[in-house]
């Protein structure tokens, strides 16, 4: 059974840092491309940050490009969000998401969601 766990949201001032982190189980995590998404009240889900199995690619949406750091520990089954100089408009559900195409075909799987809240 395959499980994404995220951790670490919270209520952050603007411009504070939060650390999420998704613990995930149940496949061969480093053959999965992991994403973080949010969703904010009212809006459509946006895809945040990705990184490649390998760790070494990484992309971003232009609005944290500078703010946001995706990670990965592939020998713990781990994927983070660090999120520095945090903006209101950062404030939404953040989902864990895995993505894998191996020779059986397309896996997609999706964490609960964890609460970012940033307000003065």
């Known amino acids: 059974q395959v499980q994404l766990v995220e951790s670490g949201g919270g209520y952050v001032q603007p411009g504070g840092s939060l650390r999420l982190s998704c613990a995930v189980s149940?496949?061969?995590?480093?053959?999965?491309?992991m994403k973080w998404h949010r969703q904010a009240p009212g809006k459509e889900r946006e895809l945040v940050a990705t990184?490649?199995?390998?760790?070494?690619?990484?992309n971003y949406a232009d609005s944290v490009k500078g703010r946001f750091t995706i990670s990965r520990d592939n020998a713990k089954n781990m994927v983070y969000l660090q999120m520095n100089s945090l903006k209101p408009e950062d404030t939404g559900v953040y989902y864990c998401?895995?993505?894998?195409?191996?020779?059986?075909?397309?896996?997609?799987?999706w964490g609960q969601g964890t609460q970012v809240t940033v307000s003065s």
């Open positions: 149940g496949l061969t995590f480093n053959s999965y491309t």
């Open positions: 990184i490649a199995g390998s760790g070494v690619i990484t």
């Open positions: 998401n895995a993505l894998g195409f191996l020779w059986s075909g397309r896996y997609e799987y």
